[in-house]
């Protein structure tokens, strides 16, 4: 028999055994702030002055990728809905960051200048801007008061009738709920209601503010027969006219909706068709104009 000393040293020698390294924790990344890259606004992804001839409605515009604007917006407001509220505190930082980024491209651009600013000239243009807007208002004191008449009356209106979308949200669910009608249908009637409101608010101030430009424009192109051919105010005012358009149908879908309403609705109709009429022939060229992008083909 082998003694125990022997078999012990038979045995094999265990495997040196390698103690595992736990595994290292990834560090904790810290939240990247937003990258700040510089845009440059003759990128050809973009499309030029595209944003001079829209309704600002970019989150309803099928452009915005190709929008110089609406990419310098999405650069300092980012995706944090917190940023686009003007009460909130973040809101005030941006605007600061955007003041004073436009400070800097100011004073580059009064570094580079050669000449000193003439304070004479800097009165004249001043006084031929108050000379622009007294001309701009005389010519388009029609039309600017039936774009403010139109506004009262849409606020009035939206005052008057604001149980009229709860009933009718409250009838149609009544009406799924009996069988009346489907959840399809009932989903459809509700997006539409929805964007009519929005519609009809959005373009709400932006005419009286789009006719303000036009008559503007239009005085300085009578003036300054060099910058005629830009045709700004024929620009303009077709966006004021496409407005109206989409405003005149969103209200005539309501009027449909709520036929016992047609009245006041037709009342308001009638002003914005006057306001359209009358646009129209201060600006017989407007429909033609080509809105960059908007009017190109695609
Ligand atoms: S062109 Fe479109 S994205 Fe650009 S500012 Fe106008 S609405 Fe907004």
Not at 192 to 209: A, G, K, P, S, T
């Amino acid at each position: 028999m082998p003694d125990k000393r022997a078999r012990k040293s038979a045995k094999k020698p265990a495997a040196k055994k390698t103690a595992k390294k736990p595994a290292k924790k990834p560090a904790a990344r810290k939240p990247r702030a937003p990258r700040k890259r510089m845009l440059d606004p003759n990128d050809p992804h973009f499309i030029p002055g595209i944003f001079n001839y829209c309704d600002r409605w970019c989150e309803r515009c099928e452009f915005s990728h190709r929008c110089h604007n609406f990419a310098e917006n999405e650069l300092y407001f980012g995706e944090d809905p917190e940023a686009r509220d003007v009460t909130n505190p973040k809101f005030q930082k941006t605007l600061k960051r955007i003041y004073a980024d436009a400070q800097k491209i100011l004073d580059a651009a009064l570094a580079k200048a050669t000449t000193v600013p003439d304070p004479n000239a800097i009165e004249a243009a001043a006084a031929h801007e108050k000379h622009v807007e007294r001309r701009a208002r005389a010519i388009g004191q029609k039309e600017t008061k039936l774009a403010i008449t139109y506004a009262h009356m849409v606020d009035e209106w939206f005052n008057n009738e604001l149980r009229l979308p709860l009933e009718h949200v409250q009838d149609l669910e009544r009406r799924v709920e009996t069988g009346e009608v489907s959840v399809a249908t009932a989903k459809g009637d509700l997006v539409r209601l929805n964007d009519c409101v929005e519609v009809i608010r959005w373009y709400q101030h932006f005419i009286f503010v789009k006719l303000g430009r036009a008559f503007s424009s239009l005085v300085e192109e009578q003036e300054r027969p060099e910058i005629a051919h830009e045709k700004d105010s024929d620009g303009t005012a077709k966006v004021a006219l496409i407005s109206m358009d989409r405003s005149i149908e969103a209200w005539s879908a309501l009027s449909e909706m709520f036929p016992q309403k047609a009245d006041s609705i037709l009342e308001i109709q009638v002003v914005l068709s006057r306001l359209r009429t009358s646009l129209s022939a201060k600006f017989p060229e407007a429909r033609k104009f080509i809105r960059p992008g908007f009017d190109e083909p695609r």
